[in-house]
């Protein structure tokens, strides 16, 4: 992005202050000389004082002179008004910011917009100085709409028309739903810079579509190596590896970062972010990496020594949240600070004696218990951040009830707190509970939570990707009326988006659309993510077991194939073998029947004639009968 640093030079330059290095601080020495002996225009001259401060980058000798001359800011502060703001900004002091512009501007700032319309000179100056406040804080919002009011309030050419493009374009570069209503104006080809085609560059890769970014992106690096620029030189070709990274490419990715590496200043701010994104493609193991060389390597007492005015507030916490979690795998103290994550960790790191020693099924067990307390007594502040770590843990270990019974507690308390509700923070678990009820097979329970959602339904641009998501969970539970109306209400708040359209549309099902819609979709790349296809509860069941069911016999076969290969090898042949081995025992010629089988056989046994004798009942009979007799002659 192209600051409007340069606009707000140039607004303060049409002050009697001369511009050079040498010269302000010859002015700097005169306003000194006349405030300390008297004049009859202090606040004027405390004004020249703080412009030629200003054009010597000495922000905090500016805030040391307005601390010196108390006395005069109270009187004839509203006259220096804008080199007050222009410190504060410079300096990030956000409490002094934000009284100083209320005080100038009470109102909201439609409010303010719209009475600067009818106002010949508005003050363009502040409204420079607050978009470019907005843009570093991350108030998206507000700073598109005065970039906006600028470009489209510049007749009488104020500021520069190209540097006002590039920097409309800004905050689109994070957020670039925020232009869906409002018309950006097109700047000429002859009067394209690599500026321009570099916030273009972003837009498009915030996204998604990697193929375009980086097409502009080469059209803007040649740009800025024909005008020798290092600085925009450089951001360009970070953008440049960043974009590489996203599609996958690591080769050229880690090519770009390395020739950073190797031009760039030492402990520049471009050298240590080219340093850290190189070490994203390293696998750290919390076991045998050594972190504090890491740490070390890192030069993270160098980052946070370094200006914040490099980095936005998205890219300062981006950095600052990567060191949080390379000190908590390192078992250090992590001391909580205004930031969710940091207070998340912090209370982490104390319920938990040894981050990586400790088995995960512990851990899951102490902050699911810490995280009810939590949810019992707010659901503001880190409590959002500490269920998020609980679930994650929970789901690690598979206990599915105990995720979704924190994710469904969590968001009953989040509704009886309206405030909660406005802010959105609880979208994050809706997408979780989404996710756990497709892979737990819970119908019922996503219908539930798609009931409770519609009764919140407020289509905001910072909301319409979450709102778009609830739709299609709509879509995946069979009910497309409640998806287009909600889809309808979309519609309104987003880009030409092909896939809402053909849902809204009325007409049947078009094989030809269908391919026109999906043609450029990579599915063998969602396959190897683990997107799974939309089914029904029914189906993912059968499926689910199916594929328990032939991973246990793919398991039994493999073992079977061991134990068979084990025998086999440890198995010798000494003799050769017996030609009647297919024979059953008893017709072998050289069966020979046990004692104890001679005289009691089974069905189909073989029988020597003594037992064959003792079977003859004909003998016993006659024995029968003999053995009567005499018994009646011995009466």
Known sequence: MKMAKDNLTQLLSQLSVHSAQGESSKVQETCVELLENGCSK???????????????????????????YKHIDEKFGSEFALEKLYIFYKLNKL?????????????????VLKQNENQSRPLRGILHVRAQFCYKNGLYDEAFKIYHYLTTHNDQGADDELELACNVRAPLTVAPELGTNLKIAVVPEQSLSYDLIFNDSMIKCTLGHYHESLQLLTKAYGLAKQEGNKSDIDAIQLQLAYVYQMKGDKDSCKRNLAELLNRSEPNSPIKLLAKNNLEVFQDFSKYTTNLNLILRELNEEKFFATDQKHFTKQQWFLLHNNFLFLHLFNNNHIRPKSTIVSRTLSNYRNLIEDV????????????????ITMIKS????????????????????????????????????????????????????????FLLY?????????????????????????DIEFWKHVSFQYLECGDLRNSKRLLKQISGHTHDDEVIRQVLADDDLNVENGRKITHDIDVAALVEAGVSPLQTSHVKKDTRSNKIQKKRLDIRKKRRAQKAKKLLTTRTVTQSLDPERWLPLKDRSSYRPKKKQQTKQTQG???????????????????SNTSKGKKKSHK
């Open 356 to 371: 990586n020693l400790e088995t995960y099924k512990t851990q899951a067990k102490k902050v699911y218990h810490h995280a």
């Open 605 to 623: 046994g073989t029988m020597n004639k003594k037992a064959e004798q003792s079977l003859d009942i004909s003998k016993k009979l006659k024995k």
């Open 42 to 68: 202090p606040g004027s001259i405390l004004r020249n004082l703080l412009v030629s401060v200003i054009q010597q980058d000495a922000y905090q000798l500016g805030l040391n002179i307005l601390q010196n």
């Open 95 to 111: 409490k002094e910011f934000q009284e100083l512009y209320t005080l100038l501007n009470p109102a909201s700032v439609d409010t």
């Open 378 to 433: 707010t659901t503001e502040g880190s409590t959002i951040g500490f269920v998020l770590l609980a679930i994650q843990l929970l789901v690690v270990q598979k206990e599915w009830d105990n995720a979704i019974r924190l994710g469904e507690m969590f968001l009953n308390k989040c509704w009886e707190d309206s405030t909660v509700i406005s802010s959105g923070k609880h979208h994050s678990v809706c997408y979780i509970l």
């Open 438 to 462: 497709s892979t737990t097979a819970r119908g019922h329970s996503k219908t539930v939570l798609l009931q409770k959602l519609d009764d919140e339904i407020k289509i905001l641009p910072r």
